[in-house]
Protein backbone atom coordinates (compact mmCIF):
# COMPACT_ATOMS: atom_id res chain seq x y z
CA UNK A 1 0.00 0.00 0.00
CA UNK A 2 1.02 3.43 -0.59
CA UNK A 3 2.30 5.74 2.38
CA UNK A 4 0.04 8.73 2.81
CA UNK A 5 1.94 11.67 2.16
CA UNK A 6 2.25 14.25 5.22
CA UNK A 7 0.62 17.37 5.40
CA UNK A 8 3.13 19.91 5.45
CA UNK A 9 4.37 21.68 8.57
CA UNK A 10 3.36 25.71 8.86
CA UNK A 11 6.49 27.37 10.42
CA UNK A 12 6.38 29.85 13.34
CA UNK A 13 6.52 33.10 11.88
CA UNK A 14 9.44 35.19 13.71
CA UNK A 15 8.24 38.13 15.83
CA UNK A 16 9.99 41.25 16.96
CA UNK A 17 7.23 41.81 19.64
CA UNK A 18 8.89 43.41 22.65
CA UNK A 19 8.21 41.66 26.04
CA UNK A 20 5.20 42.38 28.08
CA UNK A 21 6.78 45.06 30.83
CA UNK A 22 4.96 45.71 34.54
CA UNK A 23 3.99 49.37 34.61
CA UNK A 24 5.81 50.67 37.95
CA UNK A 25 2.94 52.69 38.32
CA UNK A 26 0.92 49.46 39.02
CA UNK A 27 3.72 48.32 41.19
CA UNK A 28 3.50 51.12 43.04
CA UNK A 29 -0.10 50.76 43.68
CA UNK A 30 -0.12 47.30 44.62
CA UNK A 31 2.68 47.90 47.27
CA UNK A 32 0.72 50.71 48.59
CA UNK A 33 -2.53 48.53 48.69
CA UNK A 34 -0.93 45.82 50.31
CA UNK A 35 0.32 48.14 53.12
CA UNK A 36 -2.47 49.84 53.78
CA UNK A 37 -4.31 46.40 53.89
CA UNK A 38 -2.07 45.08 56.38
CA UNK A 39 -1.98 48.26 58.51
CA UNK A 40 -5.93 47.90 58.69
CA UNK A 41 -6.01 44.40 59.85
CA UNK A 42 -3.33 44.98 62.42
CA UNK A 43 -5.55 48.08 63.61
CA UNK A 44 -8.47 45.78 63.57
CA UNK A 45 -6.51 43.72 65.51
CA UNK A 46 -5.56 45.91 68.11
CA UNK A 47 -9.53 46.95 68.26
CA UNK A 48 -9.71 43.50 69.21
CA UNK A 49 -7.28 43.19 71.93
CA UNK A 50 -8.39 46.48 73.24
CA UNK A 51 -12.18 44.94 73.35
CA UNK A 52 -11.28 42.26 74.97
CA UNK A 53 -8.69 42.80 77.87
CA UNK A 54 -10.33 46.76 78.33
CA UNK A 55 -11.50 45.74 82.16
CA UNK A 56 -7.66 45.88 82.61
CA UNK A 57 -8.53 50.01 82.52
CA UNK A 58 -10.74 49.90 85.32
CA UNK A 59 -10.39 46.26 87.55
CA UNK A 60 -7.30 45.75 89.52
CA UNK A 61 -8.12 42.58 91.09
CA UNK A 62 -5.77 41.24 93.70
CA UNK A 63 -5.14 36.96 94.34
CA UNK A 64 -4.79 35.92 98.21
CA UNK A 65 -3.89 32.73 98.73
CA UNK A 66 -4.81 32.10 102.78
CA UNK A 67 -8.18 34.43 104.53
CA UNK A 68 -7.27 36.63 107.53
CA UNK A 69 -7.21 34.97 111.00
CA UNK A 70 -9.98 37.77 112.07
CA UNK A 71 -11.80 40.90 110.75
CA UNK A 72 -9.78 43.30 113.13
CA UNK A 73 -10.45 41.07 116.11
CA UNK A 74 -13.26 40.12 114.95
CA UNK A 75 -14.31 36.37 114.55
CA UNK A 76 -16.46 35.51 111.22
CA UNK A 77 -17.20 32.28 109.36
CA UNK A 78 -15.56 31.84 105.59
CA UNK A 79 -18.55 31.00 103.32
CA UNK A 80 -18.01 29.31 99.85
CA UNK A 81 -21.19 29.58 97.76
CA UNK A 82 -22.28 30.44 93.91
CA UNK A 83 -22.19 26.83 92.35
CA UNK A 84 -21.49 26.40 88.65
CA UNK A 85 -22.56 23.87 86.69
CA UNK A 86 -20.51 21.17 88.50
CA UNK A 87 -21.84 22.24 91.43
CA UNK A 88 -18.59 23.64 92.22
CA UNK A 89 -18.54 26.91 94.69
CA UNK A 90 -17.44 30.05 92.99
CA UNK A 91 -17.43 32.85 95.39
CA UNK A 92 -15.97 33.02 98.71
CA UNK A 93 -17.09 35.52 101.64
CA UNK A 94 -17.27 35.81 104.89
CA UNK A 95 -20.38 36.12 107.46
CA UNK A 96 -19.86 38.47 110.16
CA UNK A 97 -22.74 38.19 112.76
CA UNK A 98 -23.56 40.70 115.18
CA UNK A 99 -24.62 40.41 119.24
CA UNK A 100 -27.99 39.62 119.07
CA UNK A 101 -28.74 42.75 121.84
CA UNK A 102 -27.57 45.41 119.40
CA UNK A 103 -30.61 47.25 117.66
CA UNK A 104 -29.89 46.88 114.36
CA UNK A 105 -28.99 42.94 114.98
CA UNK A 106 -31.79 41.95 112.84
CA UNK A 107 -30.22 43.95 109.73
CA UNK A 108 -27.86 42.91 107.13
CA UNK A 109 -25.52 44.47 104.89
CA UNK A 110 -24.44 42.83 101.90
CA UNK A 111 -20.68 44.22 101.33
CA UNK A 112 -19.77 44.81 97.63
CA UNK A 113 -16.04 46.38 97.16
CA UNK A 114 -14.70 48.16 94.94
CA UNK A 115 -12.24 47.53 92.37
CA UNK A 116 -8.68 47.10 93.03
CA UNK A 117 -7.16 44.48 95.80
CA UNK A 118 -9.11 42.53 97.28
CA UNK A 119 -11.79 42.11 100.41
CA UNK A 120 -8.99 41.87 102.75
CA UNK A 121 -8.39 45.38 101.76
CA UNK A 122 -11.86 46.47 103.43
CA UNK A 123 -10.67 45.31 106.54
CA UNK A 124 -11.32 48.82 108.62
CA UNK A 125 -14.89 49.33 106.82
CA UNK A 126 -16.36 46.05 108.19
CA UNK A 127 -15.13 46.81 111.11
CA UNK A 128 -16.77 50.08 111.45
CA UNK A 129 -19.60 48.20 110.21
CA UNK A 130 -20.11 45.43 112.42
CA UNK A 131 -19.17 48.41 115.31
CA UNK A 132 -22.59 49.37 114.97
CA UNK A 133 -23.90 46.17 115.63
CA UNK A 134 -25.14 45.02 112.05
CA UNK A 135 -24.69 41.69 110.47
CA UNK A 136 -21.95 41.58 107.69
CA UNK A 137 -22.08 39.51 104.49
CA UNK A 138 -19.12 40.61 102.30
CA UNK A 139 -17.30 38.55 99.61
CA UNK A 140 -14.69 38.38 96.40
CA UNK A 141 -16.05 38.94 93.02
CA UNK A 142 -14.86 36.00 91.00
CA UNK A 143 -11.30 36.79 89.78
CA UNK A 144 -10.39 38.52 93.40
CA UNK A 145 -9.26 37.32 96.73
CA UNK A 146 -9.64 33.31 96.58
CA UNK A 147 -13.12 33.46 94.24
CA UNK A 148 -12.54 31.11 91.23
CA UNK A 149 -9.47 32.66 89.13
CA UNK A 150 -12.16 33.78 86.20
CA UNK A 151 -11.54 37.43 84.44
CA UNK A 152 -13.75 39.85 85.92
CA UNK A 153 -15.91 42.28 84.62
CA UNK A 154 -19.26 44.01 84.73
CA UNK A 155 -21.64 41.45 83.89
CA UNK A 156 -19.86 38.82 85.90
CA UNK A 157 -19.54 41.25 88.99
CA UNK A 158 -23.52 41.74 88.62
CA UNK A 159 -23.87 38.25 88.66
CA UNK A 160 -21.70 37.61 91.72
CA UNK A 161 -23.54 40.35 93.66
CA UNK A 162 -27.39 38.65 92.80
CA UNK A 163 -25.56 35.62 93.50
CA UNK A 164 -24.28 36.73 97.01
CA UNK A 165 -28.14 38.62 97.78
CA UNK A 166 -29.61 35.10 96.58
CA UNK A 167 -27.51 33.59 99.38
CA UNK A 168 -28.49 35.57 102.06
CA UNK A 169 -32.12 35.57 101.07
CA UNK A 170 -32.53 31.72 100.28
CA UNK A 171 -29.58 29.72 101.70
CA UNK A 172 -29.63 31.83 105.23
CA UNK A 173 -33.53 32.25 105.18
CA UNK A 174 -32.68 36.09 105.98
CA UNK A 175 -36.36 38.35 104.77
CA UNK A 176 -35.33 40.50 101.66
CA UNK A 177 -36.65 43.62 103.90
CA UNK A 178 -33.64 43.08 105.97
CA UNK A 179 -30.67 42.94 103.41
CA UNK A 180 -29.20 46.37 102.85
CA UNK A 181 -26.16 46.23 99.68
CA UNK A 182 -23.47 48.55 100.90
CA UNK A 183 -21.51 49.53 97.67
CA UNK A 184 -17.98 51.19 97.63
CA UNK A 185 -15.92 52.11 94.23
CA UNK A 186 -17.71 49.90 91.56
CA UNK A 187 -19.63 48.03 94.34
CA UNK A 188 -22.22 51.30 94.19
CA UNK A 189 -23.05 50.35 90.63
CA UNK A 190 -24.00 47.19 91.62
CA UNK A 191 -25.91 47.93 94.56
CA UNK A 192 -27.91 49.90 92.69
CA UNK A 193 -28.27 47.24 89.83
CA UNK A 194 -29.06 44.87 92.58
CA UNK A 195 -31.89 47.27 94.00
CA UNK A 196 -33.14 47.53 90.47
CA UNK A 197 -33.60 43.91 90.18
CA UNK A 198 -35.37 43.35 93.53
CA UNK A 199 -37.63 45.72 94.55
CA UNK A 200 -37.95 43.88 98.04
CA UNK A 201 -34.37 45.48 98.76
CA UNK A 202 -35.33 48.25 101.73
CA UNK A 203 -32.27 50.68 101.20
CA UNK A 204 -28.95 50.94 99.39
CA UNK A 205 -25.56 52.71 101.08
CA UNK A 206 -22.87 53.95 98.49
CA UNK A 207 -19.66 54.86 99.73
CA UNK A 208 -17.42 56.98 97.79
CA UNK A 209 -18.77 55.74 94.40
CA UNK A 210 -16.29 55.07 91.13
CA UNK A 211 -18.79 54.06 87.99
CA UNK A 212 -19.80 55.14 84.80
CA UNK A 213 -16.50 54.70 83.64
CA UNK A 214 -16.04 56.00 79.78
CA UNK A 215 -14.25 58.85 80.94
CA UNK A 216 -11.68 56.60 83.01
CA UNK A 217 -10.97 54.72 80.11
CA UNK A 218 -10.48 57.32 77.56
CA UNK A 219 -7.78 59.25 79.74
CA UNK A 220 -5.71 56.38 79.23
CA UNK A 221 -2.87 56.82 76.57
CA UNK A 222 -3.14 53.50 75.12
CA UNK A 223 -6.80 54.58 73.99
CA UNK A 224 -6.29 57.05 72.40
CA UNK A 225 -5.95 55.72 68.97
CA UNK A 226 -9.39 53.61 69.18
CA UNK A 227 -13.17 54.51 69.09
CA UNK A 228 -13.06 53.74 72.87
CA UNK A 229 -16.67 55.11 72.62
CA UNK A 230 -18.06 52.34 70.77
CA UNK A 231 -15.73 49.45 71.95
CA UNK A 232 -15.63 49.86 76.01
CA UNK A 233 -18.11 48.82 77.72
CA UNK A 234 -17.17 48.26 81.12
CA UNK A 235 -19.14 51.53 81.96
CA UNK A 236 -20.45 50.26 85.85
CA UNK A 237 -23.28 52.71 85.47
CA UNK A 238 -24.33 54.48 88.22
CA UNK A 239 -26.14 58.05 87.03
CA UNK A 240 -28.57 56.64 85.09
CA UNK A 241 -30.27 53.82 86.95
CA UNK A 242 -29.89 55.94 90.57
CA UNK A 243 -31.84 59.13 88.29
CA UNK A 244 -35.00 56.84 88.80
CA UNK A 245 -34.14 54.33 91.14
CA UNK A 246 -36.97 54.76 94.07
CA UNK A 247 -35.23 52.72 96.80
CA UNK A 248 -33.95 54.81 99.87
CA UNK A 249 -30.27 55.55 99.31
CA UNK A 250 -27.71 57.28 101.54
CA UNK A 251 -24.68 59.09 100.02
CA UNK A 252 -21.24 58.89 101.51
CA UNK A 253 -19.04 61.63 99.73
CA UNK A 254 -15.67 61.37 100.56
CA UNK A 255 -14.76 64.61 98.88
CA UNK A 256 -16.29 68.43 99.54
CA UNK A 257 -18.07 68.45 96.54
CA UNK A 258 -20.73 65.24 95.38
CA UNK A 259 -20.55 63.15 92.39
CA UNK A 260 -22.80 64.43 89.67
CA UNK A 261 -24.54 60.75 90.37
CA UNK A 262 -24.88 62.16 93.87
CA UNK A 263 -27.06 65.56 92.63
CA UNK A 264 -29.69 63.75 90.05
CA UNK A 265 -30.28 60.44 92.06
CA UNK A 266 -33.79 60.35 92.84
CA UNK A 267 -35.89 60.77 96.01
CA UNK A 268 -35.56 59.59 98.66
CA UNK A 269 -31.86 59.89 99.52
CA UNK A 270 -29.45 61.33 102.14
CA UNK A 271 -26.39 62.89 101.06
CA UNK A 272 -23.04 62.98 103.66
CA UNK A 273 -20.16 64.73 103.24
CA UNK A 274 -17.39 63.28 104.35
CA UNK A 275 -14.26 64.65 102.97
CA UNK A 276 -11.39 64.27 106.28
CA UNK A 277 -12.24 60.58 108.44
CA UNK A 278 -14.77 61.40 110.71
CA UNK A 279 -16.21 57.82 112.43
CA UNK A 280 -18.48 59.30 114.73
CA UNK A 281 -20.05 61.43 111.62
CA UNK A 282 -19.80 58.32 110.03
CA UNK A 283 -21.41 56.15 112.78
CA UNK A 284 -24.64 58.76 113.00
CA UNK A 285 -25.15 59.29 109.23
CA UNK A 286 -25.46 55.09 109.08
CA UNK A 287 -27.58 55.24 112.09
CA UNK A 288 -29.70 58.26 111.15
CA UNK A 289 -30.48 56.27 108.00
CA UNK A 290 -31.37 52.93 109.33
CA UNK A 291 -33.66 53.96 111.77
CA UNK A 292 -35.56 56.30 109.37
CA UNK A 293 -35.87 53.63 106.35
CA UNK A 294 -34.85 49.92 107.52
CA UNK A 295 -34.79 49.33 111.32
CA UNK A 296 -37.67 47.72 112.72
CA UNK A 297 -38.61 47.72 116.74
CA UNK A 298 -38.50 43.93 117.47
CA UNK A 299 -42.02 42.37 118.09
CA UNK A 300 -43.02 43.00 121.54
CA UNK A 301 -44.20 39.27 123.55
CA UNK A 302 -48.10 39.93 124.93
CA UNK A 303 -48.14 37.77 127.91
CA UNK A 304 -50.20 34.95 127.85
CA UNK A 305 -53.65 36.00 129.63
CA UNK A 306 -53.67 33.75 133.00
CA UNK A 307 -56.30 31.31 133.11
CA UNK A 308 -59.46 31.27 134.54
CA UNK A 309 -60.45 29.78 137.77
Known sequence: MPRPTPKPTKRSQPTNSPPEVVSPLWLVKAILVTVVAALFCGYLTFCLLFYQGQWQLV??????????ASIA???????????????TPQLTGWW??????TPYSRITILFLPGADGSLADSISTLASLHNLGLNLFAFDYRGYGQSAPTRPNQQNMNQDADSAWQYLAVSRAIPAQQIVP???GVGA?????LAASHD???????????????ATAQRDPRSHLIPVSLLFHEIFPLAAPLATLKTPKLLISRTSSPAKSFRTAAAPRLTVELP???ESLYSQSLTRFLDQYV???????????????
Not at 75 to 87: K, R
Open 59 to 68: LHPTRTSAPP
Open 276 to 278: SPS
Open 200 to 214: TIPAIILDAPKADLL
Open 295 to 309: AQPAPQLVPSPAPAH
Open 182 to 184: YGT
Open 189 to 193: SLATH
Open 96 to 101: IPSATS
Open 73 to 87: GIPYELIHFGPDESA
